[in-house]
């Protein structure tokens, strides 16, 4: 019995498609970043980038449970004193949709430099449009609330 280690020229990367609309945001972040991880793979190591590329499209149409639409405020701190900025849902989803779902999915993953290489295969779009269509990428689709 020999323990198997992943190299690089065993490592294919596939592209997935997912759309937002009417997902909950937590829901989507999981799968995304389960994606992006690899561990939806047999292949999977914790210390190897193994994950796919992930296009999420409709990403202004996700959806937050309760009462989190109004009461959700992202957080930011420049580092010097009195430099807390606050930023209402409302706000960011409306100036800035992607960023929802990147900051959604960036804080499901490390936070080392393996986590940025993953994080750099997520493509975020606010629309339904992409322009990575000549790669062909297979469809996920998640259950949203409405159904």
């Known amino acids: 019995m020999k323990t198997y280690s992943v190299k690089q020229a065993d490592i294919t ?8 609309d009417g997902v909950p945001l937590g829901k989507l972040a999981v799968e995304v ?3 992006l991880k690899g561990k ?10 193994v994950g796919d590329n992930v296009i999420v499209v ?21 580092g010097y004193p009195g430099g807390l900025k606050e930023t209402p ?4 989803v409306r100036d800035k949709p992607g960023l929802v779902v ?15 290489s993953m994080l750099s295969k997520l493509h975020v779009y606010a629309g339904p449009d992409h322009p990575h269509k000549a790669q062909k990428p297979e469809t996920l689709t998640l259950v949203s609330r409405a159904e």
């Open 13 to 20: 990367r596939s592209w997935w498609l997912i759309d937002a």
């Open 89 to 92: 849902y409302e706000v960011l």
């Open 40 to 49: 939806n793979k047999p292949i999977y190591s914790t210390h190897i980038d």
């Open 33 to 35: 970043a389960k994606i």
């Open 102 to 116: 990147e900051k959604a999915v960036r804080g499901m993953l490390p936070k080392n430099r393996l986590g940025r």
């Open 58 to 78: 409709n990403a202004g149409k996700v959806m937050l449970t309760g009462n989190k639409l109004q009461k959700k405020i992202y957080y930011h701190h420049s």
